[in-house]
């Protein structure tokens, strides 16, 4: 078996190995054990230039904000990193899921204002954050900056390749887009973030690889960051209709920028599933009723399923110190996966 | 090269994805040139640190009473317990040395990270990305070959396992890149945490495949993080079965208190080991309750270090402190863990000009096995190094 090992991999490479034939000795780490189910032959413009980018360096591109972007610090290329990893067997991945989240998107983006002075941050499972990410971008001119932070793994408590099979989908449209100067430096942010990061629903065994990850502050932009570029609202856009609050690792970053003036609203992804009730919402305002003007009118009113909200401390899984044991929920139910918090970055090497 | 395509270049070739930190760039496109006297000062001492750590910890090891000082936890006490006699005490270790150069041209040692050293990917890309545009420069990098050495020598047989916190992708960049480098030479090379190894009969596995070799990229104060039987399942593997890069011993020296030892201790080494200690290693105490109206006295002349600190965390220069920060942090240490903190003299490190603005530069020399194996420099804004610092390629003129 060394042997046959050794003739595989002795120049050839990782990607080659995996691809050509070690999967029976190592059937658990090969990118053909990647879930890349609802794989399309083409791509979201309904082409198979998607190929052009399944490597690192072209997705990144597609993806990154323009030149000269205030988001650029922003996007973490991560993910995307991993593909120079996985090799041929990536495909672009368009689910169910998706296709309903393109109908809610869509309808967002085609019937709700998003002014100047509000960023966007959509909370959704991976896959569909990227397609709300793409549809502002084509329909509203909003730059996404993708925060995915972690790779995929056959044993993954995250199936980020999913994530990596949507952002291919979509990398050929994203790239036309940003070619045709659809999006200009000055665009406001959208904050593609993977509800599934924290793997909250999940139970962690010793036999998987724990590839979930939480966001810092330190990853997203700070208040005066925010006020330089005109940001005053954000609107945070999770999955359920009862989406009540921020997930735990944003907690504190969302209580600093609200301390700091920022004001948030919520508003939940499945509202937008149907266009008529958008639609009636939208007449309804505009007739007179709604119709409003005033520093004392809600700017979160506006959004047919907006709802103010007010980041307040609370217990998270993340709460107190490691010393004090408060942050061992998540730390003790991680395979391994976190060695400590750090609240400003994380990481172990000195 | 611009440095757009140098963030790019970091993120895809050498998986360095965290070049900003708080919404600022944290690598810089222009190199430091370091004058080739003190590039080969700073080689030399961090061979001689090298040897005195290496003697350090076989005694520490040898005689348990040594510990004391160092207020080990109980796993920590539990890991160098598992790695006494063991043979891979004595494998070729990766440490990297910090050190910062006085007004008066002298090398203070900063930080002796032995336990499990970072910024390969920093070291290692901006070295080879920018010293390509100075071939008339020495690279002093070959950091990645060296460590191929010290984990598996010339044998292309042996499977390495990568272990880090597998959540934080600030340590898959390190263990990426090195999987990649030595996947490219056909050493076959996995990644997962400490968790996922398992024993299997008299070898360990990794997801079902037999390791030989442990990349531990993971601090050794943080196995008490782990659930009681994985860790001491872990333990006892790196104990039994398999050869650790670094081995448990190493924390002996990772621990700030080791400056206070030998200090202390000056007795137990030899004439120009208590020289090289006295030029190069900032006086060290131990925290004590009773002088804190000393500490505060002294304030702009002393720096406090907590023993477990990492990446410039839970240090506090007593010169960038406002009085009311400094009282307060004697205060709360006083009352909750003054046996985990030591006091140091504080020493003025010469700024050096980069792009304009005046930075603290802090050097921090890999040594694997006894040999110098490359730089990774860092400038900062002010004397503290810290994880916001500058990460800059570091060539010898």
Sequence with gaps: MKAHRKILTVGLGLNLAWVTGCQSDYPALSPAHLDFSDGRVTDSIGS???????????LLEAWSPVPDSPWTPFAKPTLFSALDEIGSKVQPIYTPAAQAAEVQARNFARHERVPNNTMLIVDLPGEETVVWGVALARECKLQPVATFNNWPHQRGILKAERVLGALLYYAAE????????????????VLMMDSNRLGLAKTVKDTDFDNRYYLLESDLPSSAQLKSAGIEHILYVGSNQDVQEEQ??????????????????????????DKGAVLAAKERRESGYYHRSGSHFPWWLLYYAGRGHTPIPRPTLFSGTPAQGASRRFIRTSAGGFGGYHGIQSGSGG | ?????????????????DCYINGRCCVSATPVFLRRQDYEELVSLARQFDRLIKKTIQMVMENTALRRPFGFSRVEQQALDSDRGRPSRYVSLVARYDFCQTYKGQWKAAEFNTDVPGGHPEAVGLNQLLGREFPEHYNPDHLLAALQQALVGDSLDKTVAVLYATGFSEDLQVAQLIRNYLTKRGIRTLLGSPINLQRRGNHAELFGERIDVIYRYYPADWLSALAYRPRQEFLRICSDLTTQVNPFAQIICQNKKISAFWWKQQNLFSRREQDLIQKHVPRTIGFRRDRQHEYKSRQAELVLKRAHGRMGEQVLLGD??????????????????????????????????HEDKKMYPCYGVYVIGGEVAGLYTRLSPTPRTAYDALNVATLVV
């Design chain 1, 48 to 58: 198979s230039l998607w190929k052009d980018f399944r490597q690192s360096r072209k």
């Design chain 1, 174 to 189: 994203m790239d036309k887009l940003k070619k045709a100067g659809a999006l200009s430096s000055a665009a406001r942010p």
């Design chain 1, 248 to 273: 735990d690792d944003l907690n504190p970053y969302f209580k600093a920028l609200h301390d700091s003036g920022i004001d948030f609203a919520i508003l939940s992804a499945q509202a937008y599933t």
């Design chain 2, 1 to 17: 090269m611009l440095l757009s395509e140098l963030v790019t270049s970091l993120s895809t070739d050498y998986f360095k994805w």
């Design chain 2, 320 to 353: 960038c402190a406002t009085p009311e920060e400094w009282a307060q942090a004697l205060a709360d240490i006083a009352a909750y863990e003054p046996e985990q903190w030591t006091v140091q003299e504080y020493f003025h490190t010469r700024p050096v000009l």
